[in-house]
């Protein structure tokens, strides 16, 4: 498999640099992407998204910037300056903030990183939804901020392998669509509830798919990489 073909991205899911380097050098740039998020980053720093990126690692750098439109324009430019491969941000910032944040994109030239947008937390409710005033069904405000997101220019969406369909159905081919919650039939389901099997998420319009403790925690990481991406 060439760099860039898998449709992993592996959760680097650790509490400093030290583990996370030791966990990426049983891997390799052409078995996946690495995702990095806010406890790494707020760790470790540009520095290791640089040593990644510089050692071949597409990177995904997951903070979902969420601020005022300048804010976050600045901040997606910073991450496009670290030569990542995917940024993403709240569409809960409303529509100024992600035209900002596809100006902040723009803004790199040509090597700009792929821009995705989080639509509602999967770790919301209906009740949540109702407790924050919004009267919409959980199911239509994840289209409402979807189709907001699309509308200006973001790449795609981080979303449930459940959701992914109705995404399909209601915004085509166009979108990407980045899908946790996944976990091979061989692996344990840890605290995932709403699961799915990789295949069965791309079946379902997936991506990407983010897997973390399947392969950061298995015995041989680099054996159930390729165990997953020979599944697809
Ligand atoms: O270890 P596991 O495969 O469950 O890791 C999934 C990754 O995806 C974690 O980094 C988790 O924070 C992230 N994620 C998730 N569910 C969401 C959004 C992000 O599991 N709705």
Redesign the pocket.
Same mark, same amino acid.
């Given at each position: 498999m060439r760099k860039n073909e898998s449709r992993v991205i592996v959760?680097l899911?650790y509490s400093g640099q030290k583990q996370a380097l030791e966990f990426v050098a049983k891997i390799s740039p052409e078995q996946c992407k690495l995702?990095i998020?806010k406890e790494l980053f707020t760790r470790a720093g540009p520095q290791l998204v640089e040593k990644l990126v510089s050692q071949g690692f597409d990177v995904f750098l997951?903070l979902k910037f969420h601020d005022i439109p300048n804010t976050v324009k600045k901040a997606v430019y910073a991450a496009a300056q670290l030569e990542v491969w995917m940024v993403n941000v709240h569409a809960m910032g409303g529509q100024s903030m992600l035209n900002a944040a596809r100006e902040g994109v723009d803004m790199a030239g040509n090597r700009h990183p792929l821009l995705i947008a989080?639509s509602v937390? %999967?770790?919301l409710k209906s009740s949540d939804l109702v407790q924050l005033g919004i009267s919409d069904d959980l199911p239509d405000f994840v289209k409402r901020l979807a189709g907001m997101a699309i509308n200006e220019g973001l790449d795609g969406l981080?979303?449930?392998a459940q959701e992914a369909s109705l995404l399909r159905e209601t915004f085509g081919k166009a979108p990407l669509l980045v899908t946790? $919650?996944?976990?091979p039939d061989w692996a344990a389901t840890?605290?995932?509830h709403r699961i799915m099997t990789p295949k069965q998420a791309l079946q379902n319009g997936s991506s990407y798919l983010?897997? $973390?403790?399947?392969? %950061?925690?298995h015995e041989n990481p680099a054996e159930a990489l390729e165990m997953i991406n020979q599944s697809l």
């Open positions: 959760a899911d995702k998020g997951d989080v937390l %999967t770790s981080v979303c449930s946790p $919650g996944i976990r840890d605290d995932q983010v897997i $973390g403790r399947p392969i %950061t925690q």
